[in-house]
Structure formats: C-alpha cells, structure tokens
C-alpha cells in the first residue's frame, strides 16, 4: 500500500532562508508526483508537476525534485516571503490516467518578516 | 484556465438535516470528478469518483447512501451529506479531471467547510 510521509510537519523561518520540504513514498512504482500548496481553510493550488521520466520543475523561487527509486522528493523555496506562509501537500500520481492521487499530510510553513 | 468552483464554500447546518455541496468545472468539460474529505491536519482523503452519466464509485469505508453524489452532466457534481451529524464536520473538496485529450492532471475547487451542530 503506498504511503507519503511528509517532514516536517511544521517549519519555521525568518523571511529570505532558503529551505527544503521533504516527501518520501513506499512504492517507487508511481506516474507523476505533485506539489501542492493549501491556505488556510481553501483548495489546493498546483505547484509543480514533475513527470516519472522527469528530475526535476522548476517555477520561480521553487524548485522539486523527484528520485524514484529511493522514494524520495524535495521541494526547495529560495529566498523566502511572508506571503509563503501555508501548507505545502506532496501527492504521488498512482495511474497513468492522473486519476489517483495519494497524499501526505503536509508540511506547515510560517515565515516571518 | 482549469478553474474548479464549489458552493457554498461554508455551511452550518442542524444534526439529522441534509446539505448539497455543488462542485463546477467552469471553464473544461470534467469526464471524472472526485470528492475528498479532509480532517484538521490530516491527508486529503478520497470518498469517491463520479463519472458523468454513471454511478459513483465510493472508497472503502465511505458510506455510499450517507453521501449521495451526483454527475449529471459534464461540468457539474453534487455531494449531498444526508442526515448530517457532528462527526461528518470537515472540509470537502472536489476536483475534476478533464479525461482523454486534456490535461492529464486534477484540478481542485476551493473547499467547502461544513459545521454540523
């Protein structure tokens, strides 16, 4: 059964700290991965989507990695803002169809100004 | 473009009454919608996958005559939580899938909040 664990739960910086989000799956064997962010009491806003086939995405100040066979992704935001302040959602694509997602539980960031 | 709307986006509501949270793709058509059921600091859970003109598809657990889900047509899905109680409080939220030919992702509405007293 695949599981994505996400950590921290938590994290906090001063604003400009570069810093990393960690998402790491139990079974490599998944399609696309998926970085989402989530404000307080509202939907998801896609992030990144970075292929099976894929490295990496980059988009601004972020950038995610994938690596398949160790099960393991990051999220790397440069240079933080106060306005970054939210839950960032890792999700792993389990069909070819992007029908079905699996997803962790998060990582909570407050950055202060 | 992709954008996913719900409504309401919060609803308080009496123990025993039922509630309808509509979920609109408004600018693709949607092939397949999904319904997610998040807890405070808990995953997106998925409760079910509706296919426009067919019948639901419920995640194990996921009592199909409490939350009736409807998709009648290509932009629209309706969840109704019927005889609602206090632990069916939680935050919803659908997505849509354009299918076949479209973005090969899911695109998520902004929740909706329900409060069962």
């Known amino acids: 059964k695949q599981e994505v664990t996400q950590i921290p739960a938590a994290l906090s910086v001063p604003e400009g700290e570069n810093l990393v989000l960690n998402c790491s799956f139990t079974d490599s064997a998944i399609y696309n991965l998926q970085w989402f962010r989530q404000d307080p009491g509202k939907g998801l806003t896609s992030l990144l989507l970075?292929?099976?086939?894929?490295r990496e995405q980059t988009s601004g100040r972020l950038n995610a990695s994938l690596d398949k066979s160790s099960g393991r992704s990051t999220l790397y935001i440069a240079a933080s803002q106060p306005g970054d302040s939210a839950t960032y959602l890792c999700?792993?694509?389990?069909?070819?169809?992007?029908?079905?997602?699996?997803f962790g539980k998060g990582t909570t960031l407050s950055v202060s100004s | 473009g992709a954008v996913v709307s719900q409504h309401p986006s919060w609803v308080i509501c009496k123990s025993g009454t039922s509630v309808k949270i509509e979920c609109r793709s408004l600018?693709?058509?949607?092939?397949?919608m999904f319904w997610y059921r998040q807890f405070p600091k808990q995953s997106l859970m998925l409760m079910a996958t509706?296919?426009?003109?067919?019948?639901?598809?419920?995640e194990q657990g996921v009592e199909k005559d409490k939350f009736l889900i409807n998709h009648a047509s290509l932009t629209l899905s309706t969840l109704t939580v019927t005889s609602a109680h206090p632990e069916d409080s939680s935050f919803y939220i659908c997505?849509?899938?354009?299918?076949?030919?479209?973005?090969?992702?899911?695109?998520f509405g902004p929740g909706t909040r329900l409060t069962v007293l």
């Open positions: 509706s296919n426009e003109g067919s019948k639901a598809t419920y």
């Open positions: 997505s849509a899938h354009p299918g076949a030919g479209g973005y090969n992702e899911q695109f």
């Open positions: 970075i292929q099976s086939s894929q």
């Open positions: 999700a792993v694509v389990v069909n070819q169809a992007g029908t079905a997602l699996i």
């Open positions: 600018d693709f058509q949607a092939t397949t």
